[in-house]
């Protein structure tokens, strides 16, 4: 991410606004995350089980996909604020190897609070998250 992306104030300036999600789910990084979290179910690690039960691959978990989805918000806020608060609802599991794409809006802005706003889309064009709220405090 260039400087040129980044909270350059808080809270930013009109027009200065979180650029766009881009985030891959792979199936590495699903594995990476159920090993850090302790969380290993079988339809995030094992392709023959999540068929088995419905689903047409592993899925991402949810707080794996809200995490990506925020990654691109906290960076760029970088230095000047930090996630106080994050919500939202998952709307759809996430199929490993999917790109998450979206485009975070700055909602409100007070001196001491900055509310960005995003849905989430599955490279299927599956909305999975609707309703995401972060809101950034000033550091």
């Given amino acids: 991410m260039s400087d040129q992306s980044r909270m350059i104030g808080f809270p930013p300036g009109e027009g200065d606004t979180p650029p766009p999600l881009a ?3 792979s199936q590495e990084r699903i594995d990476a995350y159920a090993e850090a979290s302790g969380d290993h179910n ?3 690690l094992d392709p023959a ?7 047409p691959s592993t899925i991402a978990h949810g707080l794996l996909t809200l995490g990506a989805a925020c990654s691109e918000v906290e960076l760029w806020a970088g230095q000047m604020g930090w996630a106080a608060r994050v919500s939202c609802r998952f709307a759809a599991p996430v199929p490993a190897g999917q790109l998450l794409s979206g ?5 409100e802005t007070k001196p001491e609070l900055v509310v960005v706003e995003l849905d989430a889309v599955a490279e299927s064009n599956e ?7 972060l809101e ?3 550091l």
Avoid at 50 to 55: D, F, Q, R, S
């Fill in 49 to 55: 089980f999540a068929k088995a039960v419905g689903l």
């Fill in 103 to 107: 485009s975070p809006r700055v909602v």
């Fill in 42 to 44: 079988p339809i995030h």
């Fill in 23 to 25: 985030q891959r789910l």
């Fill in 136 to 138: 950034l405090r000033p």
């Fill in 127 to 133: 909305r999975v998250l609707s309703k995401a709220r």
